[in-house]
Nanobody
Framework: QVQLVESGGGLVQAGGSLKLSCAASGRTFSSYSMGWFRQASGKEREFVAAISRSGGSTYYAGSVKGRFTISRDNVKNMVYLQMNSLTPEDTAVYYC?????????????????WGQGTQVTVSS
């Protein structure tokens, strides 16, 4: 069992930055690849970014590539999402998730554990 708790969401103006954090507890954190997903109001949950167990491999959605950076700290059991150059289209609830896999995972079905989400709102 892995428990995930996101934090760092909030209200930011377009062009601004936010850094999301996800604290993991429970079974060995480094056994899981980690991902960030988001869900805007009225839309399906979509992939944002993922990182391998070691942190050496990452994968991004095209809409965030070059603006967002995923990272992890296997000592602190944390995963992060640095978000820069935010636009109103980035407004959503952001979820952290853990997958029992080595490499970054794209599909929601690959993830066994999910956090409760943190709201990010970008004003124009």
């Amino acid at each position: 069992q892995v428990q995930l708790v996101e934090s760092g969401g909030g209200l930011v103006q377009a062009g601004g930055s936010l850094k999301l954090s996800c604290a993991a507890s429970g079974r060995t954190f480094s056994s899981y690849s980690m991902g960030w997903f988001r869900q805007a109001s009225g839309k399906e949950r979509e992939f944002v970014a993922a990182i391998s167990r070691s942190g050496g491999s990452t994968y991004y959605a095209g809409s965030v590539k070059g603006r967002f950076t995923i990272s992890r700290d296997n000592v602190k059991n944390m995963v992060y999402l640095q978000m820069n150059s935010l636009t109103p289209e980035d407004t959503a609830v952001y979820y952290c998730a853990a997958a029992p896999a080595n490499y970054p995972q794209y599909y929601t079905s690959s993830y066994d554990y999910w956090g409760q989400g943190t709201q990010v709102t970008v004003s124009s």
